[in-house]
């Protein structure tokens, strides 16, 4: 239990920031609180995702909590999940949890500088990423 408690934090994270209306389409990037919306369909350049493969996918929706300080992806399209988990071990991250079930599967990643939580769910290819500069314990 102890090793996907990190999958807690995200989810209420997604849910506040969903019920807060971050995400309105046309509209152009707006921060509420701490939380900076990214741009949709395009990878975010920025601190946290220097040094962090990009997956194939489409990028939906993410943000940065510059209080908290990491940044949250969520992509779509996304045709091989674990082929992903590949890319950050040949970008030098190592797996430090894991757990896969038939409805989901959700992998923590770090290389010493930075924690990358990969969380993806049916066949659908929906992934998010949680990209933190800080080692999660």
């Known amino acids: 239990?102890?090793?996907?408690?990190?999958?807690?934090?995200?989810?209420?994270?997604?849910?506040?920031?969903?019920?807060?209306g971050i995400w309105q389409s046309?509209?152009?990037?707006?921060?509420?609180?701490s939380l900076l919306q990214l741009k949709e369909g395009t990878w975010p350049e920025n601190d946290y995702t220097q040094g962090v493969p990009?997956?194939?996918?489409?990028?939906?929706?993410g943000w940065?909590?510059?209080e908290e300080g990491y940044c949250y992806i969520q992509m779509?399209?996304?045709?091989?999940?674990?082929?992903?988990?590949?890319?950050?071990?040949?970008?030098?991250?190592?797996?430090?949890?894991?757990a896969s079930?038939?409805?989901?599967?959700?992998?923590?990643?770090?290389?010493g500088e930075k924690a990358v939580s990969v969380s993806w769910s049916g066949e659908e290819g929906a992934m998010g990423l949680y990209i933190s500069q800080k080692e999660i314990p």
């Open 101 to 111: 079930e038939e409805a989901s599967s959700g992998y923590l990643m770090t290389n």
């Open 26 to 33: 046309n509209q152009p990037p707006k921060s509420i609180g």
């Open 64 to 66: 940065l909590d510059l």
């Open 54 to 61: 990009q997956p194939e996918g489409e990028v939906v929706r």
């Open 1 to 20: 239990m102890k090793k996907r408690a990190w999958i807690i934090p995200v989810v209420l994270v997604a849910v506040i920031a969903v019920s807060a």
């Open 76 to 98: 779509t399209g996304v045709a091989d999940p674990e082929g992903y988990l590949e890319q950050l071990c040949q970008a030098g991250f190592e797996q430090a949890a894991g």
